[in-house]
Structure formats: C-alpha cells, structure tokens
C-alpha cells in the first residue's frame, strides 16, 4: 500500500498537477465515464496505487480535476465598464475552442442530472467561472436585475456553445454588452 | 418479418405517437443510454419487430422522438412585446420542470459533443424551440442584435437550469426582459 503523500512536499504537488491535467484531458477527450483511477493511470504513467493514494475515491479525484481546471486566467480588469464585460464574455467564449471548456459544461449538465457528487462539484465550478462577472457588476446593479445580466451574458456564451454548437461572434458579444448596458442606464 | 407500416392508418400513427412519448420518458428517466429498440418496445408493450419495422435505424427513433417531444404549446402572443417575451421565457423555463426539459437539453449537449447524428437533431431541435421567440423579435431589431437578445434571453433559462440546476424566476425573468426591452429602445 502507497502511504498516503505529503501535500507540502513540491514533487507531490508537481504529480498531483500532472495528474488533474491529465484526467482532465481524459474527460474531454473520451468522456466522463472514461475518468477513471485506472485509465488517469494508465494516461499519466503513475501507478493505479499512486493514484487511489492521492485520490481514494472516484469524486475525489474529479472533484481536484475540475478544482485545477478552473484555475484559468480571466482578463485584467481596465475599470471600464464596457471593456471589461466585453473582455470577459470573449475570454469565455474562447475557453470553449481553446479548453474545451464546451466539453466540460456540457458534461457537467449532464451527470449532474443523476448524481448528486456532480451538482456539487457544478456549483463550485460555476461559482468560479461567474465571479469576475459577477465582480465587474458589483457596484452596477443589484438583486434580480444583476441576476438576470449575469444569466444573460454568461447564458449567451452557454446557450450559444451547448446548443448552438459554435461561440458567438465578437459582434454578438459587443451587441450583448451594449444593449444590457443602456438597458440598465438611468431612465 | 414485420411489414412496413403505412403511416397513413391513424392505428398507425397512434402507436407512433405512443411509442416516441415512451421513448422520451426513458430518456428523461434512464438517460441516453437507455434508449434503445429493446427498452422501448419493452416499456410501450409493442414487440422489438414493431419497433424495428417503424424505426430500422436506432437515430431514427432518437430523432423521431425529440420531434414529437418538441412540439410543446407556446403561449398565444398578444402584439404586446413585453408581455409575449414573458410569456414565452416563462412557458420555456416551466417546459423545464414540467417536461423536464432540462434533462432533454443536458443529454443533447452531452451527446452532440461526439456524435454527428445528435448535432443534427439538436440543431432542428433548438431551431423549433426559439421560433416564437425569434418571430416576436423579428420586426423589434435585426442583425447581430438580434441574436444577440435570442441568445441572451434563451441563455438566461438554458444556462441558470442546466448550470444552476434550477430555473430563474419570475423576478429575473422581468428583470431581463425590462432590461432588454430599454436597452433596444432608440437613445
């Protein structure tokens, strides 16, 4: 039996890192039924004891690999209103192409349908993609308004990827962001 | 041999009708996998000859049966946009619930993501579903505007019930069609 590895130690965090890529990679090449302790194995060159040493059980070791995904870079932030919405919605549309960020919604809208370990691991996921969203507005708007534009922006990125097939255009995003932004100005 | 039926016989089309509405019950239930010849004429009580004879291919009867499921009653329009854009998101964000469209839609953007045949039927599928939406925008605004408010209003319910796991509420629901409808408006 592996002992169970020290998560202070940098080569346990450098295998972990490898690791999570790598069924990440699995998912979105083969599937989220391929995740498995024995194909992350066989993918990554640890061994399955490694493996189940890191991660006992099969959520544990989905739940690190969306946790490490996620971890993706979001713009900076300009101050501009206009600039850092349209920043935003680009840089989500373009982790659909670029990370198979499609693949991995799309995955986790389905297998949270029927197991309740996948809405959990949905709602973290979700609440870290929203966030800087979710920041820009902050100071914007409030309670069912700011709602509806978070639903709205990230729900046309979502919408257009999950049942459209294709990311919007840059002309749909700027169309988006300028008419949610005198929609909430003054009247 | 089962012969080919004629699908002019209204004995015909009534067990059409009712082996595609148990077809979409097994997939709502069982999930995608589910839903195959054997399961379905084991559910509907008609025999596998049956139902190879109406639907020799297995995405025949998938196709098949999105095409009846989708033909879901959208509310009258009134001529009062406002009205007819709550209308509509209400009835798709209720189809969520009541018909568990949510599943529907999780499974078709699952699916779509490897098999080419599901693209297809998503593509007819979603077309059918944003039709009344579309026709009450289609004299309002054009363009990439256009599609920009039929992405984010459908967004706002595909993305909070398959990303959030519940539908928006009546609250968003008017918070988004007000900011839209004064965000079109001529400044």
């Keep these: 039996m592996t002992p169970a590895p020290d998560s202070n130690d940098p080569r346990v965090l450098r295998t972990r890192k490898d690791v999570l ?3 990440m990679n699995i998912l979105i090449s ?3 039924n391929a995740l498995t302790h024995a194909r992350v ?12 040493a ?6 544990d070791l989905i739940s690190d690999a969306f946790g490490q995904y996620q971890e993706m870079p979001h713009p900076q932030k300009t101050g501009d209103l206009e600039t850092d919405l ?3 919605l680009t840089s989500f549309a373009q982790a659909m192409v670029e990370h198979r960020l499609d693949r991995v ?13 996948v809405v959990e691991i949905r709602q973290s996921f ?12 902050h100071d914007i708007v409030s309670g069912s308004k700011r709602e509806a534009v978070v639903l709205m922006l990230c ?5 257009s990827v999950l049942m459209h097939g294709k990311a919007p255009s840059r002309a749909v995003i700027n169309s988006a962001v300028e008419i949610v932004l005198h929609g909430l100005a003054k009247k």
Tied chains: 1, 2.
């Design 30 to 32: 083969e599937g989220w």
């Design 41 to 52: 194995a066989n993918q990554s060159g640890y061994s399955r004891a490694t493996i189940y």
């Design 54 to 59: 890191h991660w006992p059980e099969r959520f």
């Design 86 to 88: 349209r920043g935003e």
């Design 155 to 159: 729900g046309m990125v979502s919408h």
């Design 21 to 23: 890529a790598q069924a």
């Design 126 to 137: 979700v609440a870290a993609g929203e966030a800087p969203m979710r920041e820009i507005l």
């Design 105 to 117: 919604l799309a995955s986790l809208a389905e297998h949270a349908q029927t197991t309740p370990e």
